[in-house]
């Protein structure tokens, strides 16, 4: 979570002590977090990766903090929003990932995702809903996918959850529009974390920007909406080299 130059900035960066996308929302935070601090604001770490999470708190500035979160915790989202104290940002970014196709996946697995996902995110929103309010000027930002743009084989759960969220968010900066509160998404394609660290080049080869975004960039995509994108709300930003525009063609000299 974020806050102003005094207050209070909650990032969500959980998932579950499975290790599933543990790189990846740990270095998301490292380099928004970061931001934030370096401007003053003070950051609220929220995860259930407990040293982990602390460990991230330290590094970042003596303005930031950890708070235990489960996102799929009601009381837990309250505790965290808590101790952001004056709240003016809210990150979601907490994620797991399973891979089966629709014919194989149990319906455990298909639950867990969207339990952490998509009922997470819903959760944070509401809890964060009364701070951001008195803040008067709120920010809420969605971590989200190009999974949300398109289809991908063998991770409808994932996908299902990236399309809920896209629709989610825009309803929340209808609703929360009346308090001042701006809800965007961020969508990234590849992404080079140790997540995607069995992705080779060739998955990047044909796109206009042909390499993986590093999650340095898409915190700072994070930090300018954040900050600076005082008019959008109900927008995504994607943040995938060009990947979901279409593949480059060499065509023939003529």
Known sequence: ?????????????????????DGRRARHRRGGGADFC????????????????????????????????DVRSAEDWANAVAAAGPLTALVNNAGVLTVG????????????????????????????????????????????STAGMQGYADIGAYVARK????????????????????????????????????????ATAGQPLPRS???EEVARMVYFLVTQATYSTGCEFVIDGGAITGSVVDLPSQ
């Open 38 to 69: 370096e401007v003053g604001m003070s950051v609220v770490v929220a995860d259930v990766l407990d040293t982990e999470g602390e460990q991230l708190a330290k590094e970042l500035a003596q303005q930031a903090r950890f708070v235990h979160l």
């Open 213 to 215: 975004g590093t999650p």
């Open 163 to 202: 399309w809920a969220v896209r629709g989610l968010t825009k309803t929340a900066a209808l609703e929360f529009a009346a308090d001042g509160i701006r809800v965007c998404s961020v969508r990234p394609g590849p992404i080079r974390t140790p997540m995607t660290a069995e992705m080779d080049d060739s």
């Open 101 to 144: 196709s629709i014919e194989t996946q149990s319906a455990q697995d298909f639950h867990r995702v969207l339990d952490a996902n998509l009922f997470g995110t819903w959760l944070g929103m509401r809890a964060a809903l009364p701070a951001l309010r008195r803040s008067g000027a709120g920010s809420a930002v969605k971590m989200s």
């Open 1 to 21: 979570m974020v806050g102003n130059r005094t207050d209070g900035v909650a990032h969500d960066g959980a998932g579950h002590s499975d290790g599933t996308g």
